[in-house]
């Protein structure tokens, strides 16, 4: 489930860069070019920026929940392991069997 969430939140993450780059911006960005060459001059124009701004919001929103999916399975994953590490040293520490108790070393009073 992990490897899964985390190959889909790398591709969303490589796809959200490629559309904000293709975005205008106001010192002109990368759109002017590589939009006109990649789509043959279909993402020119209002009709380009409706798009891709629109496709920047749902990848944004698809990657903030990779992201809570992906907190929430480790989370999941980590708190098994660490109760199961917990109940194995409780089983290993009923069948270890009762220890002597420890007896205090008397001190040494210095004698002047």
């Known amino acids: 489930m992990f ?4 190959t889909l939140l790398i591709i969303v993450a490589i796809m959200m860069i490629g559309i904000i780059l ?4 106001e010192g002109s960005g990368m759109s002017g070019s590589s939009a006109a060459s990649m789509f043959g001059g279909a ?6 920026g409706n798009f891709l ?9 698809l990657f903030f929940l990779l992201c809570a999916a992906l907190a929430v399975v ?5 708190r098994a392991a660490s109760v199961s590490d917990l109940r194995n040293e409780i089983v290993a520490g009923e069948h270890a069997g009762k220890v002597a108790p420890i007896t ?4 040494e ?3 002047n």
């Open 3 to 6: 490897s899964i969430l985390l």
């Open 22 to 25: 293709l975005q205008k911006s």
């Open 43 to 48: 993402l020119t124009g209002a009709g380009a």
């Open 53 to 61: 701004t629109k496709a920047t919001a749902i990848l944004a929103t």
């Open 74 to 78: 480790v989370a999941r994953t980590d």
């Open 104 to 107: 205090p070393i008397p001190a």
């Open 109 to 111: 009073v210095p004698t």
